[in-house]
């Protein structure tokens, strides 16, 4: 039956990468490009992600103590001018509001693209001393950076995120504090989304601009490229001192407050489309499906004995679900959907990825069949149950398929990981099949930007769980530490 | 005990409201003036309102099978000028971005308003016949209408909001779709902020630019001015009209789809703490508040059995909470706030509106007193209780707070609703008491305008639950159907 679907049309995953990316996402009504360029819309099915995301990622942040809040759009220039290799990064891309209730503005106000200025000086304004310490705040909003071209999801001037911003007495706490994010969005990727990827920190040439240290997440796309997941910035006392911002210490000194800033965004639901789908549309991790279940009746005969077992098993899905999978269950015999045909039924579940789907015909309602659940992910096999056991397999299948998808994934990146001795051979993975390069590197930053001229591969990080490996430098033989990963990057 | 509590010093409710409402903002950290002109600072204390509201109704929202989903921040120009009364209404408060990349941008960019031009421009993209209706959807988002002077929560150029924007075949689903709105935001100040107020019908002049009509719930403040609490917007055709949106009919006709909006804002959270406070600080409805209680130790002695009772008083109500009362339990007594004295700890709960707090010493840990549970308001008394009936005695007081909260403030509003059938009268009650005005008027908008000039009142609603009742208009004299709502605004 699965065999003899009419198919929506789409583009190849296995022929084209890009191009069935954009599609996949318009088809399944996850976004669409807004008429305002570089601009996105997300539309119902895609924001469910990013409600999702949140929902996880805000239990996490407020269990560790911090708590939201929210900072204003606008940013005047000044503000973003303090922090000299902040502005450097971060002007070339701004949006300039220069006119506000009919009058041409004094002062130019940038739309934030991130809000570290804005926030430090309210930061300042609230504390005097050490015990007014740590500030813990994260908030969830829209920034703004600009782009000419749009890649949904992956590249638009406006993107949804969080960024929280801490600031502590102590360099070791606020270290603390640096890595608890990136485990954080580790856990988020890694538990959530299925998506494997590898903890490390970034060059100095890579780092966020205004930043002692930035930590990140970087996965492995299926075209070899590197798709950085999130970051986290050890700030030191960099902003602190810019801002002029003190507070008396405990022996009564002046005391520049460490700090710490850390963003995920929309950006990670481009990852989530590009590794999980394949040429048949998408494929969603149960735990952040929208919708986990679809039931598809046969229409034409027998429908209100079809409807009604529909009915039961939704409830006693409903009735038993864990927390785990808050997705819907969906039957979809009423309404405009019932006009399709089954067939453009079922394919419309593959193109949005919805983990399970239970095709119900007169045959189960006879009971001569039994219910029959078929997992988007097809290697790990249908199932079939009666009503009473239905709740329980699908767990079970839920469970399978999570765990399933991410350690696909992290098969894919260990098997696309060259280690790599000689720079030719370096050359020779980047012209055929990319990937992650691990390779000695001695950390200046001329070998760095002549290997990305030459090969297009950027310096993605040095994991953090690797040790120290002595070795000579890919480019110029000297010596070098530490194996990076480098790849050329999205 | 609670008698003398060191205070902090803010200023009286009873004496200069407008003033007692800013400094009670500012030191209960609910919010903050930004550097930006016109904007503001949420603080963590009163973003947890605002987080507070936004599940409660994005909960009704998503029953009445809304979905979240989200549009673009900017809006080009001539999107905005498609409706005439609407680019009238919005284009005065425009904050516009006009560099972009660095580069003079060929098309000026309003930063969003509200969002019906970008919103139906989509609509239009998506839907080609009148199976793809209803389109309802809903977005949680910032808007910027440009303000001079900041008020906070209750005049910023930079607001919170929730904007729904849905799509019907037919008025009257449209109408239905309306006031099902206009409900939700009565349930949501009603039963969740404990906000009474008159949910009514605008007149012509001040439904919303670009509207059929206009639908409101109308609060009284306790200086007798009127706050507009949310409004939800009849769109009719007009829309539908301007962006020549047509899709096809069930009977192959040119179908113009009925639309309506309808949003609330971070504005309710003025509202909430302008009506519940007192000369001591803030009142948190229960239901909203982000502590529910606060256990304040008496240091000095004995402090760890103190501690360790307070932690089994935290356990036992966490471990059998309702949802309805979702804030933390708060024990004052480690980090920076044991350093204050217990006397300044009562007090700052009482400035915060911690509906319940409980103070604890050696007595109730030697068992001679019991444990007493001291209520914001007043009224309601304290309640003496053992550990083992803490969490059920806590329950009744909070769900009797909540209670006596919603219904002071019906009294007052009951209390403060003058009807007049005479303009002397009229101006009288304006110069004196100000409150609801309830008079008859003849819908003419010069009358209107007349009574706006004269008294600073405007005509805030006619009130939904009114029948007719034929009278003479107060300022002209002619007939008129409807008693209206007249008060001075915020």
Redesign the interface.
Known sequence: MADNFEKKEIIKKSQNLSDWYTDVILKAKLA?Y???KG??????Y???L??GIQKYLDVLIKERGV??????????EK?LQKEKEHVKGF????????????EELAE??I?RPTSET?MY??YK??TQSW??LPVL?NQW??V?R???RTYLFLRT??F?WQEGHCAHTNSEENTEMVLWALGAYQKTYQDLLALYGISGVKSEAEKFAGASKTYTYEMLMPDGKALQGATSHDLGQNFAKVFDWTVLGENGEKLYPWQNSWGLSTRSIGGLIMVHGDDDGLMMPPKIAPIKLVINPILGGQEAEIIALAQEIKREIEAKQSSDYPGKVEIWGSG?IA?KTFGWRMSEAELKGVPLTIALGKKEVAGTTPITIIPRLKEIGRQETGVEMVSKIIEQMLTKIQKQMLEKHKAFTEANTHEVDSYKEFREVMENKRGFIKAHWCENALCERKIKEETKATCRCRPLNDRESEGRCIYCGQKAQYRWIFAQAY
């Open positions: 669409d807004a008429p305002v601009c996105m819309v997300i539309r119902p895609g924001y469910a990013w409600e708590e939201n809040a929210y900072f204003p759009l606008f940013i005047p503000f002007a070339p891309e701004a949006a300039v509001v220069t006119i506000g209730g009919g130019k106000l739309v804005i000086e309210m304004q609230w015990r007014d705040i909003c829209n703004v600009w782009e000419k001037s406006e949804l405009a006009e």
